[in-house]
């Protein structure tokens, strides 16, 4: 088999004159953590669901293991979905719901179902209705349910989304735990960039119907594409100027040191995006004034006021230093390299 | 204030029920004829309304046409709010709208455009032709809790059957069916009661088999009977049960 799991080749979807998704083109690798991510209306649902079979694409292809599925309806795929809502059937009982997929394929297994539960760490409530078990529950029993007959790739849409703070982290690390024991292909949706960069070995970043980036979570947090991946993924700080040859931007009457994250023309307007705990506090540089010391624990996060503009600057807690206090004045400084322009 | 609400409260039920609750009583009372004060009290009405043979024709007919009714409203009206509530299509709100008429139609007008359309196409009347006849108000009956069962049921369960690998004829009834029976159930209960009791729509399409209703109505011309007492008491049960049964399952 190949090394490809998913191939969505250029698809796109209208809904009435909208392109939930436009000509969406995306390489997931076998047995990847892929997660998707984006804003709601951003299309990563749809294409999840182009992916599944629920939603045919208006044009493009969709190959999994290297067959063309594109025409191909839902229940003839080896792609099961993991529902945001998890759509659990109600009258039947966990293990019920559980052994649904080989029931259909007329191949029941006890065995098979039994030990798909204990994967899920759901043992003792086999005979349970889905109504009698709790939000974090019913979510290990629709993992169960999809995973029991070892699909080649798993969709998962946004699947944490309707639970508390506490069980979702708990979900998390299980998922992640989940996917690598059994080695298949997960395709995650999230609009969580936390839970994007925690889990993912690739992500992709989509806006408006459209991928702007993929990469591994490193990548796309360091070396975002453009500047609302920047602004989506993390938080920045960045600064209005002109470009005046390679890394060398005039801001105000200042000339800033920074490095272009891709090919622009000297003289353009742009932008110089700083991540808060790449810009230190520092004895000179960017004047600036302390308005408010957030302690955050290991770290505290400071926000600058220089000029008309807010920088936040996160400094790490260093043994025996005290914070700096607020109204303090101060200078920020960072490094040429983790400084990046973009065109504005 | 209160009293006098209670006052009127009773009023009205009593305003309501009070002729159901006079036959009930006479159907156990030993006098031929309603009248008071109650000689004394039998089960003998019981007995022979039982024995009658043509009461238990037109039960008989009665539940046969009931059946009948029932089973191909239940079908049509199961299909029809399944397209109404799961695709788009053109005169989808027309036949929404149209679909419920059959019930807001008085009998008369739906007995008499049977009736001419019948004698125009040749089709004899009898227990087929009420059996259609009543199929017509029991189709809005069972599309009407059908649409709104299915539109509270979330579209991602049939998606997860067909995820799972449940070919179309498998979703439904492995999770379409058992998630809609409650549904279905009570509107056929609620269909099977209203063919049951209904009179006018039969009295335009029937030959000469008799339901239930018409062999009452028709002896009643010779006055009213504790036999007859009995029976409409013996109805009166069975379709109150049927109607509580069939608001239980609706509520679920």
Request: aromatic fraction near 8%.
């Amino acid at each position: 088999m190949s090394e490809i799991a998913v191939h969505v080749e250029n698809c796109s979807r209208v809904f009435g004159n909208v392109r939930a998704a436009d000509r969406v083109s995306l390489t997931i690798n076998r047995g990847e953590f892929f997660t998707i991510l984006g804003a709601s209306g951003s299309g990563k649902t749809t294409t999840l669901r182009m992916i599944a079979g629920f939603e045919e694409p208006d044009e493009g292809r969709i190959v999994v293991n290297g067959q063309d599925v594109t025409k191909l309806p839902a229940y003839k795929r080896d792609v099961h979905t993991v529902f945001q809502d998890y759509a659990l059937f109600p009258h039947l009982s966990v293990s019920d719901n559980v052994a649904f997929a080989l029931e259909v394929k007329g191949e029941p297994d006890r065995k098979r179902v039994e030990d798909a539960l204990a994967l899920v760490q759901l043992s003792g409530l086999a005979d349970r209705r889905p109504a009698q078990l709790s939000g974090g529950q019913q979510q290990r029993v629709a993992l169960a349910r999809s995973i029991v007959d070892r699909p080649s790739v798993l969709l998962l849409d946004e699947p944490l989304s309707a639970l508390d703070a506490k069980i979702r982290e708990e979900l998390r690390v299980e998922l992640k735990r989940l996917q690598r024991e059994t080695g298949i292909t997960f395709i995650y949706v999230t609009h969580d960039q936390e839970e994007a960069l925690t889990l993912s070995d690739r992500m992709a970043v989509m806006r408006r119907g459209k991928v702007l980036q993929v990469g591994s979570p490193i990548e796309v947090y360091e070396h975002p594409a453009d500047l609302f991946v920047a602004e989506f993924i993390g938080k920045a700080n960045f600064l209005s100027g002109t470009l005046l040859d390679r890394g060398r931007v005039q801001v105000g009457d200042r000339i800033v040191e920074a490095t272009p994250a891709m090919a622009i023309a000297p003289g353009r307007a742009v932008k110089v995006m700083i991540r808060p705990e790449n810009m230190q506090i520092q004895p000179t540089g960017l004047d600036g004034r302390i308005v408010q010391a957030l302690y955050l624990g290991p770290a505290t996060e400071y926000l600058v006021r220089s000029g008309d503009q807010m920088f936040r600057v996160l400094e790490l807690r260093r043994r025996g230093a005290k914070p700096h206090a607020e109204g303090a004045a101060v200078a920020l400084g960072w490094k040429a390299d983790e400084a990046l322009i973009y065109p504005a | 204030m209160r009293r006098l609400i209670g006052l009127l409260t009773i009023f009205v039920y009593a305003f309501m029920h009070l002729p159901i609750i006079v036959i009930i009583i006479f159907s156990f009372s030993k006098g031929e004829i309603l009248s008071l004060p109650i000689p004394g009290w039998t089960l003998d009405w019981y007995r022979q309304a039982i024995n009658d043979e043509r009461l238990r024709a037109g039960l008989l007919n009665s539940l046969k046409v009931a059946t009948v009714a029932t089973i191909v409203a239940s079908i049509l009206g199961t299909l029809g709010a399944y397209a109404v509530q799961r695709y788009r299509f053109f005169g989808r709100q027309t036949f929404r709208a149209a679909v419920v008429i059959p019930i807001l139609l008085p009998g008369i007008i739906t007995g008499v455009a049977m009736l001419t359309f019948f004698a125009a196409t040749d089709i004899p009347l009898g227990l087929l032709t009420v059996m259609i006849g009543h199929a017509t108000f029991g189709f809005p009956v069972i599309f009407n809790t059908m649409a709104a069962r299915l539109s509270r049921l979330p579209r991602s369960l049939e998606e997860a059957a067909a995820d799972l690998g449940a070919n179309p004829v498998q979703a439904f009834w492995r999770v379409g069916l058992p998630s809609i029976r409650t549904a279905l159930m009570a509107g056929a209960l609620l269909a099977f009661t209203l063919s049951f009791d209904e009179i006018i729509v039969t009295i335009f399409l029937t030959g000469n088999q008799n339901t239930l209703p018409m062999e009452i109505w028709a002896r009643l011309r010779f006055g009213m009977t504790p036999e007859i007492n009995a029976t409409v008491t013996i109805i009166l049960l069975v379709s109150g049960l049927l109607v509580v049964l069939s608001q239980r399952l609706t509520r679920e």
